[in-house]
């Protein structure tokens, strides 16, 4: 009778239509999928009403009929096309032209003589058999190698697992954008359970590529709002990461994840006294992630002080109580790493490479938390080790106003442990000259001297005068013949390399006039100069020489 108007599809499935009817006019609204109407409704509805109405009947008919003509008019299109548009065949066409049967008969054909087509078509439509546990697991035993213990995987098997694992990821990724957690969980399921022990067995790059795709899923998984599962989903996830942890063999590249995963939940009573009573349960030593999950756990409900009286069970281990205070480093357990570090620190259980290592992670918390006691304290430290100018200039930046008394403090106990090596170049940097000057002069040492040459030759250069003839006599003092001022002038060739020509011919014309019966000197020491100027250069020495 012409009542509908307005039909339109909104979205896909999703039709709305206007309808008058009692001199009224009506919204309809329809979701149809091609086997079934899945909802409708209608503006002329009472409250309490679920039987259709006429206004939603015509339309229904309206739409069926709108969707007969587009038919025919597609197969009206595909008959009357010119033979020439056949010359170009595409899988668009052939869909058209060609029947369900004869389609799903290509397909079975097909599957039979290609098994990529055939593990292909099982991945894409894997989420069809709803009536199953995981079939997941069933696709992947179908696309895993039949050697899996074998290193010597062949290329087309890695292929084909990589091919399929690509398609799974996209189903992934479908799952997470539509919020569907039990497919989501079902194939992180069954790539977790299947893929990593195939790649444990593997030699790199295979077994860092399979572990890649386990590592992705993994996160998407445990990224899941707890908002899209249900109290059951949660718990199924939390039980399977628990157990997958747990395992005698699990890749080393997922602990950190699952450990963070873990404890986080572990201020609610169940997951904590879950974790408590594995490792309560489990043999002395525990293994390294038993011990970093229970240490994880006791730092995320604010018991530092417990994580300590745990690894005092370890003092015999003390790389196994530096592994896990990393661990802790890992998870972000900041005032944990800092309590354990200091302490097993004062034990002195530790190596030197162990040791640093301990003092960094806790130098890193403590930047972390800006802890400034602990920086400053730790910043000192590292100089006094190593002597190094970056550590000097963090130090002295983060002091700020305090670093007058800092500086004072850091002199005393450098003056008080007598290295020189870290002594002097915290005088060169706080331009401490005398002090610099004085300690040169105590230690003699030409080498050490060397390293503020450029300075001191700007500022001192008297000083430096006087260090290398003082050095350089008392050597000749006890040295003789030609071996002795080849010495003398392989020491001297440095201050020319510096551009210090001058000052070495003061130096030389000075020991020259010291050692007066020393023939050999002057010709050997004239060698420091190039040819062309070594006429030149001698001349003033032999006039200091006669002087």
């Given at each position: 009778?012409?009542?509908?108007?307005q039909?339109?599809?909104?979205?896909?499935?999703?039709?709305?239509?206007?309808?008058?009817?009692?001199?009224?006019?009506?919204?309809?609204?329809?979701i149809?999928?091609?086997?079934?109407?899945?909802?409708?409704?209608?503006?002329?509805?009472?409250e309490?009403?679920?039987?259709m109405?006429p206004?939603?009947a015509a339309?229904?008919?309206?739409?069926r009929?709108f969707?007969?003509?587009?038919?025919a008019?597609?197969?009206?299109?595909?008959?009357n096309r010119?033979?020439?548009?056949?010359?170009?065949?595409?899988?668009?066409?052939?869909?058209?032209?060609a029947?369900?049967?004869e389609?799903a008969?290509?397909?079975?054909a097909?599957?039979?003589?290609?098994?990529?087509?055939?593990l292909?078509?099982?991945?894409w439509f894997?989420?069809?058999?709803?009536?199953?546990d995981?079939?997941y697991?069933?696709?992947?035993?179908?696309?895993?190698?039949?050697?899996?213990?074998?290193?010597?995987?062949?290329?087309?098997?890695?292929?084909r697992?990589?091919?399929?694992?690509?398609?799974?990821?996209l189903?992934?990724a479908?799952?997470?954008?539509?919020?569907n957690?039990?497919?989501?969980?079902?194939l992180?399921?069954?790539?977790l359970?299947?893929?990593t022990?195939?790649?444990?067995?593997?030699?790199?790059?295979?077994?860092?590529?399979?572990?890649?795709?386990?590592?992705?899923a993994?996160?998407?998984?445990?990224?899941?709002?707890?908002?899209?599962?249900?109290?059951?989903l949660?718990?199924k996830r939390?039980?399977?990461v628990f157990?997958?942890?747990?395992?005698?063999?699990?890749?080393l590249?997922?602990?950190?994840?699952l450990?963070?995963f873990?404890?986080?939940?572990?201020?609610e009573?169940?997951p904590?006294?879950?974790?408590?009573t594995?490792?309560?349960?489990?043999?002395?030593?525990?293994?390294p992630?038993?011990?970093?999950?229970?240490?994880?756990?006791?730092?995320q409900?604010?018991m530092?002080?417990?994580?300590?009286?745990?690894?005092?069970d370890?003092?015999?281990r003390?790389?196994?109580?530096?592994e896990?205070i990393a661990?802790l480093?890992q998870?972000?357990?900041?005032?944990?790493?800092?309590l354990?570090?200091?302490?097993?620190?004062?034990?002195?259980?530790f190596n030197?490479?162990?040791?640093?290592?301990?003092?960094?992670l806790?130098?890193?918390?403590?930047d972390?938390?800006?802890?400034?006691?602990?920086q400053?304290?730790?910043l000192?430290?590292?100089?006094?080790?190593y002597?190094?100018?970056?550590?000097?200039?963090?130090?002295?930046?983060?002091?700020?106003?305090?670093w007058?008394v800092?500086?004072?403090?850091?002199l005393?106990?450098?003056?008080l442990?007598?290295?020189?090596?870290k002594?002097?170049?915290?005088l060169?940097?706080?331009?401490?000259l005398?002090?610099?000057?004085?300690?040169?002069?105590e230690r003699?040492?030409l080498?050490?001297?060397?390293?503020?040459?450029?300075l001191?030759c700007?500022?001192?250069?008297?000083?430096?005068?006087?260090?290398?003839?003082?050095?350089?006599?008392d050597?000749?003092?006890?040295?003789?013949g030609?071996?002795?001022?080849?010495?003398?002038?392989a020491t001297l060739s440095?201050?020319?390399?510096k551009?210090?020509?001058?000052?070495?011919?003061?130096i030389?014309g000075?020991?020259?006039?010291?050692?007066?019966?020393?023939?050999?000197?002057?010709?050997?020491?004239?060698?420091?100069?190039p040819?062309?100027?070594?006429?030149?250069?001698?001349?003033?020495?032999?006039?200091?020489?006669?002087?």
């Amino acid at each position: 009778m012409g009542a509908v108007r307005q039909l339109q599809e909104m979205e896909k499935h999703f039709w709305m239509a206007k309808v008058t009817g009692d001199d009224f006019l009506y919204e309809v609204e329809a979701i149809i999928t091609p086997h079934k109407i899945k909802a409708y409704t209608c503006e002329c509805w009472a409250e309490g009403r679920r039987l259709m109405c006429p206004h939603i009947a015509a339309a229904l008919l309206k739409i069926r009929q709108f969707l007969d003509q587009k038919a025919a008019a597609r197969q009206a299109q595909v008959e009357n096309r010119q033979p020439e548009s056949l010359a170009r065949i595409s899988v668009q066409n052939i869909l058209e032209m060609a029947s369900m049967d004869e389609i799903a008969g290509f397909i079975q054909a097909y599957s039979r003589r290609d098994r990529d087509f055939a593990l292909a078509l099982k991945t894409w439509f894997t989420n069809k058999f709803t009536g199953m546990d995981n079939p997941y697991r069933f696709l992947l035993d179908a696309a895993l190698p039949r050697h899996p213990g074998s290193r010597a995987l062949r290329d087309p098997e890695i292929r084909r697992l990589r091919k399929t694992l690509d398609d799974l990821q996209l189903q992934l990724a479908t799952a997470v954008a539509g919020a569907n957690a039990q497919t989501l969980f079902l194939l992180v399921v069954a790539i977790l359970e299947k893929i990593t022990p195939l790649a444990l067995h593997l030699d790199e790059p295979r077994r860092s590529t399979l572990l890649a795709y386990c590592q992705t899923a993994l996160q998407q998984l445990l990224q899941m709002p707890d908002a899209h599962l249900s109290p059951e989903l949660r718990e199924k996830r939390w039980h399977f990461v628990f157990e997958f942890l747990t395992q005698p063999q699990h890749p080393l590249e997922l602990e950190s994840t699952l450990i963070g995963f873990l404890s986080r939940t572990a201020a609610e009573e169940a997951p904590f006294s879950a974790i408590r009573t594995l490792f309560d349960h489990t043999p002395y030593p525990a293994p390294p992630a038993v011990l970093s999950l229970f240490l994880t756990a006791l730092a995320q409900r604010e018991m530092p002080e417990a994580v300590v009286r745990v690894l005092r069970d370890y003092s015999e281990r003390p790389a196994q109580i530096k592994e896990a205070i990393a661990a802790l480093s890992q998870q972000q357990c900041w005032m944990a790493v800092m309590l354990a570090g200091e302490y097993f620190l004062d034990q002195n259980l530790f190596n030197t490479g162990q040791r640093r290592e301990i003092e960094d992670l806790i130098m890193d918390a403590a930047d972390k938390t800006a802890d400034k006691t602990r920086q400053m304290t730790y910043l000192r430290l590292r100089y006094r080790q190593y002597g190094q100018t970056d550590t000097f200039a963090r130090l002295k930046s983060l002091a700020g106003p305090e670093w007058p008394v800092e500086q004072r403090r850091l002199l005393i106990e450098l003056q008080l442990a007598g290295d020189a090596a870290k002594l002097a170049p915290f005088l060169a940097a706080e331009n401490q000259l005398d002090d610099l000057t004085h300690l040169l002069m105590e230690r003699r040492d030409l080498a050490l001297l060397r390293q503020y040459e450029d300075l001191l030759c700007r500022e001192r250069k008297p000083f430096v005068f006087d260090f290398y003839f003082n050095i350089l006599s008392d050597y000749l003092a006890d040295h003789f013949g030609k071996p002795a001022s080849g010495h003398v002038r392989a020491t001297l060739s440095g201050l020319l390399h510096k551009g210090q020509s001058e000052l070495a011919r003061e130096i030389i014309g000075a020991l020259i006039a010291r050692f007066p019966d020393r023939h050999t000197l002057p010709e050997e020491l004239a060698e420091i100069f190039p040819k062309t100027n070594k006429q030149q250069a001698f001349h003033p020495i032999a006039a200091n020489h006669e002087s």
